[in-house]
């Protein structure tokens, strides 16, 4: 009826998206982030916003502009401090949500590495079924989960599901 609507969808380089043939689709490469629009994203997370100056300096660098891996590296640095001494932060972002994974408490950590193996979007039911948890506890799991910007619920009727918040976060999880 005539409305107009913009879509704008992200994806990893090398992946050539099947929206790309149509002639409406228009493919915009994005330049890194400048270090102060760095700083603004990593100043944003607020466990990483209380770190000291030299560490927020630190993870803007090694995340070169690309705001995934700000984001991720600002949680994980924020979430606690400096994981190795003398490397305050990890390089690839592959370690860095490994890090992320293995700062969660074991039955949380049990929980995302059964949902990664399940899948892109987890039923409840399932979950459930696979893992020896009382629906309670399943269900405080996956809100400290959500909470830490893992998993988020994606569906309500007619089964609860979540899904990853990114497709890295599940591949690193699984692995």
Request: a neutral charge; aromatic letters at 6%; proline letters at 9%.
């Amino acid at each position: 009826t005539g409305t107009a609507l913009l879509l704008v969808m992200t994806y990893r380089p090398g992946y050539r998206p099947p929206w790309l043939v149509y002639s409406a689709a228009t493919q915009l490469a994005l330049t890194p982030l400048t270090p102060r629009e760095s700083l603004a994203v990593v100043q944003a997370v607020p466990q990483a916003a209380q770190l000291p100056a030299h560490l927020q300096q630190a993870i803007v660098t090694t995340a070169a502009g690309n705001p995934f891996f700000l984001e991720e590296l600002a949680w994980a640095v924020g979430d606690g401090g400096t994981p190795v001494v003398g490397q305050p932060v990890p390089d690839t972002i592959q370690a860095v949500l490994a890090m992320r994974i293995d700062r969660l408490l074991p039955v949380d950590k049990h929980v995302l590495q059964t949902a990664a193996v399940i899948g892109k979007e987890v039923p409840v039911p399932l979950l459930q079924a696979v893992m020896a948890l009382s629906e309670a506890a399943l269900h405080t799991s996956l809100g400290r989960l959500q909470v830490r910007e893992c998993l988020y619920e994606t569906r309500l009727i007619p089964t609860r599901a979540y899904t990853f918040k990114h497709a890295l976060l599940q591949e690193v999880a699984y692995q």
